[in-house]
Nanobody, 124 residues
Framework: VQLQACGGGLVQAGGSLRLSCAASGRPFSTFRMGWFRQAPGKDREFVAA????????YYADSVKGRVTISRDNAKNTVYLQMNSLKPEDTAVYYCAADIHCSTSVYYASRYDYWGQGTQVTVSS
């Protein structure tokens, strides 16, 4: 599976961004997709995940209510809509694919493939 993330950028606090991640190489609708982020000097952390149908979504407490994950299986793409952005959201954001649909969506180690990352910078 190849994953290509885009949509990052510089935005002021309170602003919005939509990240996209296009997948190829395997039937997209058969695996779970997630977004993680990593700030300088910190571990990679879970942001959101969506199951293969799009019917189940999962969010980190830090983003709940501000972020929406969705997927379009016809376009082989997963999205992360981020609103009310805060400076602490600044990080490199990575999309990831879990082809085995493991029991936990929250751990990076459960994901099999990763995109290259896209930088999100939120200024105060």
């Amino acid at each position: 599976v190849q994953l290509q993330a885009c949509g990052g950028g510089l935005v002021q606090a309170g602003g919005s961004l939509r990240l996209s991640c296009a997948a190829s190489g395997r039937p997209f609708s058969t695996f779970r997709m997630g977004w993680f982020r990593q700030a300088p000097g910190k571990d990679r952390e879970f942001v959101a995940a969506v199951n293969w149908t799009g019917g189940s979504t999962y969010y980190a407490d830090s983003v709940k209510g501000r972020v929406t994950i969705s997927r379009d299986n016809a376009k082989n793409t997963v999205y992360l809509q981020m609103n009310s952005l805060k400076p602490e959201d600044t990080a490199v954001y990575y999309c990831a694919a879990d082809i085995h649909c493991s029991t936990s969506v929250y751990y990076a180690s459960r994901y099999d493939y990763w995109g290259q990352g896209t930088q999100v910078t939120v200024s105060s």
